[in-house]
């Protein structure tokens, strides 16, 4: 089993649209949890960190079940600037982030 | 977040040959790290630094890989005998009192 898979997707939506990337993880200790998103031959850029309790930061929204070992971010309202790849990122108990493939997100006018 | 800086943007070198890469972080950062982006793959970690020593490798770090932050700023990658598999983004990453990391805009190498 992979340590982090997502859907790699591409998701292909109009602008507006509610979009849902969900991701899990094989190990039950890794300690945090982010969503990074990554253009084209760009460096990850920090989405946001994901909480247990959940979390949001405008139109996007995060969510974190441990018993099931799935992370989750939705994104409302979606821009064009939105296209991207969102990596579902888990950290280890050793500092180092293991990240997931990427799910690609098309957002067309 | 404050900006990370890499420099080259884009290496090409010949195999065998070694290359340094190198990183310029927020100077009151305590923890670096390497990550390698090989392309249409994943990104993948390389190696952590803390205080000036290694605190985490992957066992994609072998004896051809060291770091070292030789003048208390710049933080360096070096590859000693570069392969064809080596070409691949390497970016730098860095935290300071949170677990985020934020990644540098990377280098990208290419080996012929």
């Given at each position: 089993?992979?340590?982090?898979e997502?859907?790699?997707g591409?998701?292909?939506?109009p602008?507006g649209a509610?979009?849902?990337?969900?991701?899990?993880?094989?190990?039950?200790?890794?300690q945090?949890?982010?969503?990074?998103?990554?253009?084209?031959r760009?460096?990850?850029?920090?989405?946001?960190?994901v909480?247990?309790?959940?979390n949001?930061?405008?139109?996007f929204?995060?969510q974190l079940?441990?018993?099931?070992?799935?992370?989750?971010?939705?994104?409302?309202?979606?821009?064009?600037?939105?296209?991207?790849?969102?990596?579902?990122?888990?950290?280890?108990?050793?500092?180092?982030?293991?990240?997931?493939?990427?799910?690609?997100?098309?957002v067309?006018? | 977040?404050?900006e990370?800086?890499?420099t080259?943007?884009?290496?090409?070198?010949?195999?065998?040959?070694?290359?340094?890469l190198?990183c310029?972080p927020?100077?009151?950062?305590?923890?670096?790290?390497w990550?390698?982006?090989?392309?249409?793959?994943?990104?993948?970690?390389?190696?952590?630094?803390y205080?000036?020593e290694?605190?985490?490798?992957?066992?994609?770090?072998?004896?051809q890989?060291?770091v070292?932050?030789?003048?208390?700023?710049n933080f360096?990658?070096?590859?000693?005998?570069?392969?064809?598999?080596?070409?691949?983004m390497y970016f730098?990453?860095?935290?300071?009192d949170t677990?985020?990391q934020?990644?540098?805009p990377?280098?990208?190498?290419t080996?012929t």
């Amino acid at each position: 089993r992979k340590e982090v898979e997502q859907d790699p997707g591409p998701f292909n939506v109009p602008e507006g649209a509610t979009v849902a990337f969900n991701c899990t993880y094989s190990n039950s200790a890794s300690q945090s949890f982010f969503w990074y998103r990554q253009d084209c031959r760009k460096e990850p850029k920090l989405l946001m960190s994901v909480y247990s309790s959940g979390n949001e930061d405008g139109r996007f929204t995060a969510q974190l079940n441990r018993a099931s070992q799935y992370i989750s971010l939705l994104i409302r309202d979606s821009k064009l600037s939105d296209s991207a790849t969102y990596l579902c990122v888990v950290m280890d108990s050793s500092y180092k982030l293991i990240f997931g493939s990427g799910t690609r997100l098309l957002v067309r006018p | 977040e404050p900006e990370v800086t890499q420099t080259p943007s884009h290496q090409v070198t010949q195999m065998g040959q070694e290359v340094i890469l190198r990183c310029v972080p927020i100077s009151n950062h305590l923890y670096f790290y390497w990550y390698r982006q090989i392309l249409g793959q994943k990104v993948e970690f390389l190696v952590s630094f803390y205080n000036n020593e290694i605190s985490e490798k992957s066992e994609i770090f072998d004896d051809q890989f060291s770091v070292e932050r030789p003048d208390g700023s710049n933080f360096t990658l070096k590859i000693r005998s570069t392969k064809l598999e080596d070409s691949a983004m390497y970016f730098c990453a860095h935290s300071g009192d949170t677990y985020e990391q934020y990644f540098g805009p990377g280098t990208r190498l290419t080996v012929t």
